[in-house]
């Protein structure tokens, strides 16, 4: 599985983190910055990058980290066909993957500890999607929003 990251400033420790998590199991980590927590820097062009890799197939799934997770959530669900998940514990990031088909998690490093934020990354890996029932007709609807309003 190959993995898109990034982070602003405030989420560079736990982009850290989760990328040395991610290659400790084996996986591959496609790395889009920041690349220091010193220099402030704005989250959205890094939390783009990692959107435009998930939407052009490039990698399966993205992980960006803000100091709320907001912002790079926010910036991430601006993409067509990008279904980015703010997840606060692992129940969410679970029902983000099997309900939702969320492919992009958004982290917030000022508001979780790193055990946690960990944990969080390993449930969302881990669950798949419920595929060919309800949900998939409610992720439907979400493409035809997103028609309809970059329509508009
Ligand atoms: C940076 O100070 C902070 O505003 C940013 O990391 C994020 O939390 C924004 O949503």
Not at 102 to 120: H, Q, T
Request: hydrophobic share 45%.
């Amino acid at each position: 599985m190959k993995i898109a990251i990034g982070s602003d400033h405030a989420g560079y420790p736990l982009k850290q983190a989760v990328k040395e998590h991610l290659v400790r199991q084996g996986l591959e980590c496609v790395d889009y910055g920041t690349q220091n927590a010193v220099d402030s820097v704005s989250y959205v062009g890094y939390a783009a990058s990692v959107a435009e890799a998930v939407q052009k197939k490039a990698v399966d799934l993205g992980i960006v980290v803000c100091g709320t997770g907001l912002g790079v959530s926010m910036t991430v669900n601006k993409y067509r066909g990008i279904r980015g998940a703010l997840c606060c514990n692992e129940y969410m990031a679970r029902m983000a993957r099997q309900h939702n088909d969320a492919n992009v998690l958004a982290l917030g490093a000022r508001v979780l500890g790193s055990a946690l934020a960990l944990a969080i990354v390993d449930a969302f890996l881990a669950e798949p999607f419920e595929s060919g029932g309800r949900h998939q007709v409610r992720i439907n609807e979400i493409a035809t929003v997103e028609d309809t309003c970059f329509k508009a």
